[in-house]
């Protein structure tokens, strides 16, 4: 609920600049957040009990709903419409329900008739009432991409209290919505009414899609509902954090709409919402820490490159070993012809490395420091010992045991290694015949 | 109840009558009748397919039961629920749901919750001890889709130590466990045991059961035979679970389906 107030001070701050005291469109700038933070936070729930497809079937369901509604009635009054959609809606759930139990058809495929069917005859019905009943329809093509901008003071008196009210239930039954959407069959036994509490989430989610149909319409609906969810699933492991991100997300772009078809005329408000929320969406999917995609991506850099950079150390030692020389000086020719990197990456990965100071520039060519030396000790030693753990615990031939240990070694902690060497009790050898450095040894060496 | 009403011993803490179950209009269990007496631990045994699961879900009121009734501690189950511990087959639910392991251990204790309360600091207590029972306070913050599958399995064991129940049902427990793993929750088992409390078991490896139960069910739809597993637990009722697929009853079943979409049968 603090989302709410400060969505609230959000709101007052730009209405004071921008929007005359008292004005609908403050009114509507208030319908607007109150429907992005309920579809946010129902919308989490759908999208967590992967009923994206159906909140969208049940949307688009909706439409002959209205006009029948209209048609029978001849008045329009938000509250009959929130009736008449919510019976075709909901008509339109229980078709997609029933189908997979008692034909071979499939739910996706039910969703797409169900939706298809509904909507066609929504427009259909639509075409008629503008035929019969003259001017006055102009108001019922408005819920195929919504207008928030002819919303009056009763209609959002409606959307209002029934945000509200969802927003209120979904509270209230958290724990158990979100014990029913994870492991049914447990909530059961812990005798939960499983069917009731399933009836009445989806009754929330039509109740979402049917307030925000004025302002956003049938056809984009359905983004309202998911999208904020969406994106904050990329932020958190947790669901009541996902929840009040998504809502966070939907009231952001109930202000950004609003916002600017304010200032901006001819903009639609519902429109301009679903086009925050998916970029809202797509950046999550790119930058949020952990799941997104950069992130994840310099991640598997990051350590391609440190992998680069112990082997570069690594053959240094090698070679240094082999030439029973420690100061030997290599060129760039070495490494580029050894590694097969280019002339650029290696540089740049040698440059690092002289940064570090485990390499010093020396005649045109490349020494290892102390340090270096250190910490190429600790790579061979990596290498050293895990093929000896393979070739005696494991029983492995020595000749196998290379590529494991290649990658092993960019990967043990120090806790391990430590292990290691007291299981194997400090080997000198590894399996190949080459001495495995530790601590004393190479004290030794760096003093002759 | 009608028929033949049995005479209940007082320690049977389960008591299965005539319990038929069908997935839509296919029936997979058929006529099953046993009672299971206080303080066993009884494996119940058969090949993929038989019904063990289906058996445990219709004793619980997951899925409904075409004929038959189940009664627990003589009562019908409803009334007893939070005596009533469970742990589902691993792959019933999405482990990719946005929660951590001690959020997953205390649903545990929803049922003594109650509704519209969340859960308390006592609940966390606890739910956190019975973690480390099973060896997971390390992972208790981690989101549980980053668990490997024995360890999300230990966290639905501690799930239903939480629920501190008399009668424990549990389904396929070590499946994907390594040994060691398995070693710790067998003793785990044992303990409840210990406090004379029944814990309910479907098991796959057929070479430890004489070592973890004292108790079988062996069942492939249809009860096979249950009693103490020294006795029970024989070659010839072996491979009257095992061996053949029953062939008759299969067919039965499906000329049944095929009766009730025909409408022949109602
Ligand atoms: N949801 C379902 N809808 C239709 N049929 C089902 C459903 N679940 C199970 N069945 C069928 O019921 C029968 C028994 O299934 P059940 O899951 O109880 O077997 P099980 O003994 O637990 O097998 P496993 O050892 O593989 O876990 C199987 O033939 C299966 O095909
Ligand atoms: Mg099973």
Known sequence: MELLTSNWWLFDEIGKYFLPEGSTRRWVMFGAILLGISSGVIGSFALLRKQSLLSDAMAHAALPGICLIYMLTGVKDPLLFLVGASITGLLGAIIVSEIPRHTRIKSDTAIGLVLSVFFAFGIVLLTVIQKNFGGNQAGLDAFLFGKAALLVRYDLYVIGTMCLLLIGITLLFYKEFKLLTFDRGFAITLGLPAKKLELCMTLLIVLAVMVGLQAVGVVLMVAMLIFPAAAARQWTDQLGRMIIIAAFVGGFAGVVGSFCSAIMSKVPTGPVMVVV??????????????????????RLRNNRQRIRRENILKSCYKTCEERENWK????????????RFSNYATRQLLHYLVKKQRLVSFNGGWQLTPQGLDKAEQIIRKHRLWEVYLTEKMDIASDHVHRDAEDI??????KTVQQLEEELQSPTQDPHGKSIPNVDFSRERKTT | MGRESKKVDEETVADVHDLTVSYHIHPVLWDVDFQVPRGKLMAIVGPNGAGKSTLIKAMLGII??????????NEPYQKVRHRIGYVPQRGSVDWDFPTTAIDVVTMGRYGKIGWFRRP???????????????????FAQRQISQLSGGQQQRVFLARALAQEADIYFMDEPFAGVDVVTEKAIVNLLFELR????????VHHDLQTVNEYFDWILLLNMRKIAIGNVDDTFNEENLRKTYGGKLAILS??????????VDGIID
């Open chain 2, 120 to 138: 308390g600091k006592k609940d966390r207590e606890i739910s956190y001890t019975y973690l480390e029972k099973v060896g997971m306070q390390d």
């Open chain 2, 194 to 201: 210990e406090q004379s409390k029944t814990v309910i078991v």
């Open chain 1, 328 to 339: 030997v000086i290599f060129t760039l020719k070495d490494f580029t012809t050894y590694f």
């Open chain 2, 64 to 73: 409904p039961s075409t004929t038959g009734w189940v009664k627990i501690f």
């Open chain 2, 251 to 260: 067919k039965a079943a499906n000329a049944m389906t095929k009766g009730r």
């Open chain 1, 277 to 298: 929320c998916s970029t809202m969406l797509i950046f999550s999917m790119f930058f949020a820490p952990n799941r997104g995609l950069i992130p994840k991506w310099l």
């Open chain 1, 409 to 414: 070694e960019h990967a043990l902690d120090d």
